[in-house]
């Protein structure tokens, strides 16, 4: 073993090279310590990683994936739906939807990502599939529900399935953009304009006077 002193740990410039004993091959090496630095990075890591694993995983401060997901959930239903998803289901909310062009347009989106295959891309009906949407004339249509609840359980003859992909939000934002393109009467196939004429839907206006009255 080397007979020299073990040097204090400190600037280079305090202690002198000391070649060790041993010698591979014609190569030495000197007997100088680890700088502070290194020791510092080193400390630090390991207090660091004590640190680490204290907070991240035993203490409540750091949500856990799970909580973070149900906050990203939550983060976007708001994004897209705003107060929609706290109003209860019923035709206020559906009204809600025909007054508010962002919800309007994300019924559109559903309608034509969906209903355009059977109903036409604007609803003009399409031969054998679905019914004219945009005239005065409906079969199983009376009230802004009726809408809602024929996009949630299918038609009462089967002939329309339930649509059972989408959330209420989304079957509401459905049903407010097909209340709205009633009266657009755009031509379709003559054997999808069935049904009967029924009175016009509530619009969003008159909905406030009734809260209001
Ligand atoms: C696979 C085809 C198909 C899809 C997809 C479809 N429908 Fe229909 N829909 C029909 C058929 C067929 C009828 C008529 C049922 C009957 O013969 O009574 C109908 C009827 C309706 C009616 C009633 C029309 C009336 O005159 O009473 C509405 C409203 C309606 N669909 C809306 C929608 C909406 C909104 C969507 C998308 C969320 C949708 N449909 C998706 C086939 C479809």
Redesign the pocket.
């Known amino acids: 073993m080397s007979d020299h002193e073990k040097q204090p740990l400190g600037p280079l410039e305090e202690h002198t090279d000391e070649l060790l004993d041993h010698n591979y091959d014609g190569i030495q090496e000197y007997d100088n310590p680890i700088p502070g630095w290194w020791h510092l990075i080193f400390l630090g890591s390991v207090v660091f990683s004590v640190c680490y694993v204290v907070v991240w995983h035993m203490t409540p401060i750091i949500p856990t994936l799970e909580e973070r997901h149900a906050a990203a959930v939550i983060r976007a239903e708001e994004a897209q739906y705003g107060p929609l998803k706290d109003m209860p289901l019923g035709q206020d909310k559906i009204l809600a939807v025909m007054g508010n062009e962002k919800w309007l347009s994300a019924g559109e989106s559903?309608?034509k990502g969906?209903?355009a295959?059977?109903?036409g891309p604007e609803g003009q009906g399409l031969e054998n599939?679905?019914?004219?949407?945009t005239d005065d004339?409906?079969?199983?249509?009376e009230s802004l529900m009726?809408?809602y609840n024929?996009?949630k359980d299918g038609?009462?003859?089967g002939?329309?399935?339930p649509?059972s992909q989408?959330d209420e939000n989304e079957?509401v934002m459905?049903?407010g953009?097909?209340a709205t393109m009633r009266g657009r009467n755009v031509p379709g196939p003559e054997s999808q304009m069935?049904?009967e004429v029924i009175p016009p839907f509530p619009q969003p206006e008159q909905a406030e006077d009734q809260s209001g009255g």
């Open positions: 559903i309608f969906t209903c295959a059977c109903h599939l679905g019914f004219n949407l004339k409906y079969v199983h249509i009726d809408i024929i996009i038609s009462p003859n002939k329309m399935l649509q989408f079957m459905a049903a953009y097909v069935v049904g």
